[in-house]
């Protein structure tokens, strides 16, 4: 303990050298109050490396130019002032010249390398870029914070280090930034039809594809023991024969083949009043949809006099209790009044091919559990692949139909098969009416390969 006390003494005590070298310091402080040279250290002469002329004047450092005047930078300055002041109207300052694009020198290997600024005023990503007027780029837009500069009261862009650098990446990965598809207001002509209900248009089928959820025909086939999916699909294409001999309305026909398929998921129908169920249908859709609707007196007719008026007006009550009087209710055809549009209404071949695939769809009993909507938009999809259309599904049919591609194979699939089929099947109703002259005989269009579907 000792020891260690005796050191601890010893080193706090001053040292002869301190006092030596605090006098010393203490005689330069006095001199330099007296205004005489440093007694210690001879002042420097001329050592013939500085112009006298040029001294004499001193160098100024041009506006804006704030930085420590080292070695190489005095040398800049010094030639800068020298050819300035030999040059007779030089265009531009020399030494603006000289400093904004100072001329880069290797140095000696026993030469001291000039003194660096301070790295707070460094521009790390400028990569030495320059714009025209011999500024340096901000050192945001170096960093890739903005790409756009305030000059001169105009936005200029900047391409940066980081913005090249993220393009070049993009583009090698194939993620090259692509303009986003329009959707196409398919009702910018229809802005003085006030039948078109422009103004409340997408709100209509906003709750049409709400409402569509209730009150959905089942898979009632397994609930039917006379009854078989072939026995509906003969119902379905007479009930379109007689559709034509009425010259009904659209609206009718699908709204008569949804109350059969209704009316079936709620009761058990023997096979002899099958028909009759059709019949009466009809008669509701007909009242429903029709400004004249057929009586009942000419369903008697077509219907051979199989049934009496009796009958169906029993049958007609039946249905409408069973289904508690509710026939207001978006069909497939609802959605194929839009969608078509959507798909392109100065097509007609087109249109009657959308309108062939969407009674094709009333005969396959595969739909039957199918959302109006979807059978609507597969109806679309499988007459644009059968008329080749690119591409077979837009950004528009997909803003207004709320489906992908890949939610329509399978239904699209069906309707193909449907019409492949059709020239040699023994209901050929549809088949024939499409193939008509008025209809642009698209039923006699090739069919598409299932192929196509991906």
Do not use: C
């Given at each position: 303990m000792a020891t260690r006390n005796h050191r601890a003494v010893a080193a706090a005590a001053p040292q002869p050298a301190n006092r030596g070298a605090a006098r010393i310091a203490g005689k330069q402080k006095?001199?330099?109050?007296?205004?005489r040279p440093n007694p210690t250290r001879p002042a420097l002469g001329d050592i013939g490396n500085v112009?006298?002329?040029?001294?004499?004047?001193g160098i100024k450092l041009p506006e804006g130019i704030h930085r420590p005047i080292t070695r190489s930078f005095g040398a800049q300055l010094l030639k800068a002032a020298l050819a300035n002041k030999n040059a007779v109207a030089p265009a531009q300052p020399v030494a603006a010249r000289v400093v904004t694009k100072p001329a880069r020198k290797v140095p000696a290997k026993n030469t001291p390398r000039p003194e660096q600024a301070p790295k707070e005023n460094r521009k790390p990503s400028e990569g030495g870029a320059k714009d025209p007027e011999g500024n340096r780029k901000l050192s945001e837009a170096a960093a890739g914070s903005s790409r756009f500069v305030q000059k001169d009261g105009r936005k200029k862009h900047v391409y940066t280090l980081s913005t090249v650098l993220s393009a070049r990446s993009k583009a090698a990965c194939g993620l090259t930034e692509k303009p986003k598809p329009l959707i196409e207001d398919i009702d910018k002509f229809n802005g003085d039809n006030q039948l078109a209900l422009v103004d409340y248009v997408e709100d209509i089928y906003t709750f049409y594809k709400t409402a569509q959820h209730e009150s959905r025909p089942?898979?009632?086939?397994?609930?039917?023991?006379?009854?078989?999916?072939?026995?509906?699909?003969?119902?379905?294409?007479?009930?379109?024969?007689?559709?034509?001999?009425?010259?009904?309305?659209?609206?009718?026909?699908?709204?008569?083949?949804?109350?059969?398929?209704?009316?079936?998921s709620l009761q058990p129908v023997p096979r002899r009043e099958l028909q009759l169920v059709g019949m009466a249908a009809m008669l509701i859709a007909c009242k429903y949809e029709e400004i004249w609707a057929p009586e009942v007196n000419d369903f008697i007719e077509i219907a051979d006099c199989a049934f009496s008026r009796p009958q169906i007006l029993v049958a007609e009550k039946s249905i409408l209790n069973s289904m508690q009087w509710n026939l207001t209710v978006p069909t497939p055809y609802h959605f194929l009044?839009?969608?078509?549009?959507?798909?392109?209404?100065?097509?007609?071949?087109?249109?009657?091919?959308?309108?062939?695939f969407g009674e094709l769809a009333l005969m396959d009993y595969g739909m039957v559990t199918t959302y109006p909507s979807t059978v609507a938009a597969c109806a679309v999809y499988a007459a644009r692949l059968t008329l080749r259309k690119s591409p077979l599904w837009t950004?528009?049919?997909?803003?207004?139909?709320?489906?992908?591609?890949?939610?329509?194979?399978?239904?699209?699939?069906?309707?193909?098969?449907?019409h492949a089929a059709a020239p040699d099947a023994n209901l050929k109703t549809v088949y024939e009416k499409y193939g008509a002259e008025r209809f642009g005989r698209v039923a006699l269009h090739p069919p598409a390969a299932l192929c196509d579907l991906v």
């Open positions: 006095d001199a330099a109050a007296a205004g112009a006298p002329d040029v001294l004499d004047g089942i898979d009632y086939m397994g609930n039917q023991p006379e009854l078989s999916s072939k026995m509906r699909a003969t119902l379905t294409d007479w009930l379109i024969e007689s559709h034509q001999r009425f010259h009904l309305m659209p609206e009718t026909l699908y709204l008569t083949i949804y109350i059969v398929d209704r009316y079936l009044l839009r969608f078509a549009k959507a798909a392109g209404s100065a097509d007609e071949q087109l249109q009657h091919m959308i309108y062939f950004e528009t049919l997909k803003h207004h139909t709320g489906l992908h591609e890949r939610q329509l194979m399978e239904g699209a699939r069906m309707l193909l098969r449907s």
